[in-house]
């Protein structure tokens, strides 16, 4: 029964004690004594020993019986397992003990210098703009000084809120965008999906502005303020806007201009004018064309017989002081 043939070393294993498996020699000693029901201790290989995959049974120190391959992995397999939940244990507590750190540090995050973020970029700036609004809880607020459609195709960002999100959406525009066929389009777009447009002669920045909390001034890059006093100053400034500003033509009415609003441009460009600005200038300022400009200088020119440019805008001055 005990009659297994020696290795050269005398058991024919050569495992070191890190081997995690048993060696060839091992693995055909195992099946013998799995076969027999037992081997003889001088000749067990010791990577079988060691990995718990032989065992003395308790009437014959001499020998030694194989254990079920479950049986031993479990057994390796404990203290690992011991391990590991020790180690599960300290990331639980270290997350725990560090959300008061996380807490004072966001605070404080909010109440340093930090609290404005510059982000540039052509995608970043729309992707930004566009997490913002799908963020909007209650309201958002938007003021573009131009009447373009979003900054490129499939944008959202502060262009529509879906319906049924319970959030509010405001957005000013400048007269010149009643006059346009797809700033029109734009217009009415956002008031078919519950927002409330509202046009004013003369806008200045681009503005974000979300659950009176985050705004956003869009330009060549993007700025993000977090900072409420920062933040409320943008809101009232909005809310003055808004009060001044006239409320779109209901979507079944053509594209208009009303005789209040034609009065607004047309003074607005007169005063304008009388500052100095070029047609440019002036046409950037109401985010018309040059040419919408340019026919109003000659509309002008004509109306007071002036011959030049600075005679304009001196008689402009002399007709309507309180331009000045």
Not at 224 to 237: D, F, K, M, S, Y
Request: include cysteine.
């Amino acid at each position: 029964m005990h009659d297994d043939a020696q290795g050269p070393d005398g058991t024919g294993c050569r495992c070191d004690d890190t081997a995690e498996a048993p060696c060839a020699e091992g693995l055909s000693r195992y099946r013998a004594a799995v076969v027999k029901g037992c081997l003889p201790r001088v000749t067990a290989p010791h990577c079988l020993v060691r990995l718990g995959l032989l065992t003395p049974p308790p009437d014959d120190p001499d020998v030694l019986v194989p254990v079920s391959p479950n049986v031993a992995e479990s057994e390796l397999l404990q203290p690992v397992r011991e391990s590991l939940d020790a180690q599960q244990e300290l990331l639980r507590s270290i997350g725990a003990g560090f959300s008061s750190v996380h807490a004072i540090y966001r605070a404080a995050r909010r109440e340093s210098q930090d609290w404005l973020t510059v982000v540039e970029g052509a995608d970043a700036v729309p992707a930004l703009l566009e997490q913002a609004v799908r963020g909007c809880r209650t309201e958002l607020l938007t003021v573009r000084p131009t009447g373009e459609p979003p900054l490129r195709p499939g944008t959202t960002h502060h262009t529509h809120i879906p319906t049924g999100t319970g959030v509010s959406h405001r957005a000013l525009f400048p007269h010149a965008a009643r006059t346009h066929a797809g700033q029109w389009r734009h217009l009415q777009d956002v008031e078919r999906a519950g927002g409330r447009v509202r046009t004013l002669h003369q806008l200045t920045g681009h503005l974000l502005v979300c659950d009176g909390s985050v705004a956003y001034l869009v330009g060549r890059s993007t700025v993000e303020v977090r900072q409420p006093i920062v933040v409320a100053h943008l809101v009232a400034t909005f809310e003055e806007a808004w009060e001044r500003a006239h409320p779109v033509a209901e979507p079944s009415a053509a594209r208009t201009r009303e005789p209040l609003i034609v009065d607004e441009v047309r003074r607005t460009v007169m005063k304008l004018l009388v500052s100095g600005l070029t047609d440019d200038a002036v046409a950037r300022r109401l985010g018309v064309s040059r040419r919408t400009v340019a026919g109003h200088v000659a509309a002008l020119s004509a109306e007071l017989g002036s011959q030049s440019r600075a005679q304009l805008g001196y008689l402009i001055a002399r007709t309507e002081p309180e331009l000045l």
